[in-house]
C-alpha cells in the first residue's frame, strides 16, 4: 500500500550565554525557553502515541540546562527575580522592562494582566513591581511546566498581590523543571516515539572551519575572510559531541543536524568518521547539484559515500516557521494536510518527506504557544491512513524507503544554500579574522598546559551564532551582549595562553 512516509525533526538549541570572564550567563534566553519549549515540545508529542517526531540537541544546550538545574547560575534575570523589590538597582529596572517590551504580542496576551502593569511603566509601586516580575516569569511556562507543579497554574490564576516567597517557590520550581527535561527525551526514544541527533558541540560551521574556500562552491562571489583552516578544532567539536550523547543518553549518536544545516563533502565525510552518518540539510542543495529544481525526486533519502542525507522541504518547513502562525489552528492544519495530500499524489512511489526546523523559537510568535495549532496536526497525523510518521532510525535504516545516490554536494547552509548569514560582510568577515588570529596563537602552545585550558574557550568562539548578528544592521535591544560574549571567550584564551590582547580583541 502507498504510503506518504512523514518526518518531523525539531531542532532545539541556544548558544552558551556564559561569559568567559565573569562566568555569568548575559542573557536570560535558555532559562526562559527551559520553561516554554525545552521540555513541553517533547511532553506533548507523548500525548499522541500514535506519532513520531524527532530532536536535534545541541549539547551546549544540554550544558545549559544542567547549569540552571543546579539552581546555582547568575544571569541578568534570575538577578532580578532574586533580590528585594526594594533592592532593584535602575539597571535592573531597566532590563526587565525591556525584557518585557521584547515580547511578541501573542506570549504577552496569554497574560491580560502583564499588559495592564506594562502600560503604568514606569509609574508602578513596590507591589506593582513585585507582580510583574512574577507575570513576566509566568508568561513563558508552558503547559508541561504547568502540569507538572500546579504551583505555576494556581500562580497564573491568582493574577496579582504576589509574594515573595511565592515567587520564590516558582524559581525553585523551574530549576527543577530544568533538570528534569533530558528525561523527557530519553524516555520518548526508550518508547520508540522518535529518535535524538546531536550537532557539533558548540554549533559551529563544519564546512567553514575546514576550509573557508567551501563557501564559494555555492556563491563564487562571495567575499571571504582572509583564513586557514581550523585544524583539528572541526574534528574536536563532533567527537565532544558523541560524547555528551553517549554519557547523557548511554549510546553513541547515529543521526546529526549539521549547525544551521552546513554541509560540504569534506563535513560529510567527517561526521561519518564519527558514526554520524545519517543528517539533513536544505533542499537548495540538492538544486544545485541537480542543476534546478524538481520537486518528484526530492522526497527520498540519498546516499552519498558512507553518508545517508535527507533534504528537507523547505516550504512545508517554512510554513510552519514562519507562515502558520497567522492562521487560524484549523486552517493551518488544513493547509498543511492538502499540501501533503498534494505530494502523495504527485508521484508514483511512496514519497518521504523531511519536515526540519527551530523547535522553540516560532511558538511565542502563535496563539498559546503553539498549542492549538500542534495539538490539531499530532490528532490529524494520527488519523491520516495514508500518512506515516517515522523516527530518524527508520527514516535512515529501513530497507524499504525510496533512495537514491548522490554522486557530489555543493558545500552550502539551510539558509539559502549559502553562508552569507555568517560570512561575507566586513564585520562578519572581520570577526573571522579575529578568530583565526587568536588560533595561530593558540597553536603556537600545542601540547602546552595551557593549551589545553584555553582550547574550550576558543572551541566556544568558534559557535555559529555569535557571526549570525554582525554587519546585519540590527539595533535590536541586548544584541551587543553577542560582540561582548565572542570578545571575551578570546580574551580568556589569550589569558589563559599568557598572551598579550591586541586591540581588536579588546573591542
Sequence with gaps: MKKLYLVFWWHMHQPSYRDALSGKYLLPWTYLHTLKDYGEMPWLLSRFPGLKGNFNLVPVLLEALEDYASGEVRDP??????????????????????????????????????????????HLSGAELQDLRVLYLLVWCGRAFRERYPLVEDLRRKGKGYTPEELQALLEASFRFAGEIVAFYRDLEERGQGSLSVTPYHHPLLPLLLDVQAARENDPEVPLP???????????????????????FGESPRFC????????????SLLAAHGLQGLATDETLLWAVRGGEDRSVLFRRYRMGESLILFRDRGLSDLIGFSYQHLSAEEAVDD??????????????????????DGENCWEYYPENGYPFLTRLYQALEREPWIEPLSLKEAFLREDLPEAELKSLRAGSWMGGTFRKWLGHPEKNRAWELLWRVYRILGNHAGQEEYLRALPYFLRAEGSDWFWWYGEGLDTPLLDRFDLLFRHHLVRVLRELGEPLPDEVRG
Design 226 to 248: 582572509d583564513i586557514g583552516p581550523f585544524g583539528d578544532t572541526a574534528a574536536r567539536q563532533v567527537l565532544m559531541a558523541v560524547e555528551s550523547h553517549r554519557s547523557r
Design 257 to 268: 543536524w549539521p549547525a544551521e544545516g552546513a554541509v560540504s563533502e569534506a563535513a560529510l
Design 336 to 357: 498543511f494536510l492538502r499540501r501533503l495530500r498534494d505530494i502523495y499524489e504527485g508521484v508514483n512511489y511512496s514519497p518521504l518527506v523531511s519536515v526540519i526546523l
Design 77 to 122: 534575570l534570575l538577578k532580578i527575580l532574586r533580590q528585594p523589590v526594594e533592592d532593584l538597582s535602575e539597571e535592573d529596572r531597566a532590563l526587565l522592562f525591556t525584557l518585557i517590551r521584547l515580547l511578541p504580542a501573542p506570549l504577552k496576551a496569554t497574560l491580560p494582566a502583564l499588559s495592564e502593569l506594562e502600560r503604568r511603566i514606569p
